[in-house]
Structure formats: structure tokens, C-alpha cells
Nanobody, 125 residues
Framework: QVQLVESGGGLVQAGGSLRLSCAAPERTFSAYAGGWFRQAPGKEREFVAVISWSGGRTDYADSVKGRFSISRDNAKNTVYLQMNSLKPEDTAVYYC??????????????????WGQGTQVTVSS
């Protein structure tokens, strides 16, 4: 069992930046790939970014490439999502997730075993 806790959400103006954190008390989190998803009102949860357990591999949704950056600090059992040049369409609840395998399912909600409770990000125009 891996418990994930997100933090860092908030209200920001368009063009601004936020950094989300996903922390787990268990050291085993360092053995999992960490992903970020988001869900806007009335929409399905969608993939944002994922990082392998070592941090050596990352993938991003096309909509955030060049603006968002995922990283991790395994000594702190934490995965980060740095979000720059934020747009109103980035407004959503952002969820952290963990999966054992960095496989083809890493872009899908169904590919993850553990989820955080979510943190709200609101970008005003």
C-alpha cells in the first residue's frame, strides 16, 4: 500500500507558475513510477506526465510539453510537477499516482495502482 499526498495547488494568473508535490511516507514509493493526471469539471481524467522510478525516463502529454516538468527526489519520497506558462485550460484537479511498471499503460488511468486525493489548480485569465 502506498499513500500519496499532493500539495502545492492554488490560484494563479495566466502565464504564472506553480509546483505540485506528491509525497509518500513509505520508502517503497521510490520503487514506483510516478504519474500526474488532471480532471477538469465535466471531463474525464487525463494523463499529464510520468517519471520512471529512477527518474531517468519521462513522458508528457502534448498539451503540456515545453511548459511542465516532472522530477523526483527519492531521498524524500517525493515526485514534483513544475508548471510554467500556465493557461486557463490547465485549470483542473491534479492527481498524483503510482504504478509498479513503466509500461505501455503508463498513459492510462487504469495503469496505476495508487492515487492521491487531488489538489486544485485554478488559472485565471
Amino acid at each position: 500500500q502506498v499513500q500519496l499526498v499532493e500539495s502545492g495547488g492554488g490560484l494563479v494568473q495566466a502565464g504564472g507558475s506553480l509546483r505540485l508535490s506528491c509525497a509518500a511516507p513509505e520508502r517503497t514509493f521510490s520503487a514506483y513510477a510516478g504519474g500526474w493526471f488532471r480532471q477538469a469539471p465535466g471531463k474525464e481524467r487525463e494523463f499529464v506526465a510520468v517519471i520512471s522510478w529512477s527518474g531517468g525516463r519521462t513522458d508528457y502529454a502534448d498539451s503540456v510539453k515545453g511548459r511542465f516538468s516532472i522530477s523526483r527526489d527519492n531521498a524524500k519520497n517525493t515526485v514534483y510537477l513544475q508548471m510554467n506558462s500556465l493557461k486557463p485550460e490547465d485549470t483542473a484537479v491534479y492527481y498524483c499516482a503510482a504504478t509498479v511498471a513503466y509500461g505501455s499503460n503508463r498513459f492510462r488511468v487504469s495503469g496505476y495502482d495508487y492515487w492521491g486525493q487531488g489538489t486544485q489548480v485554478t488559472v485565471s485569465s
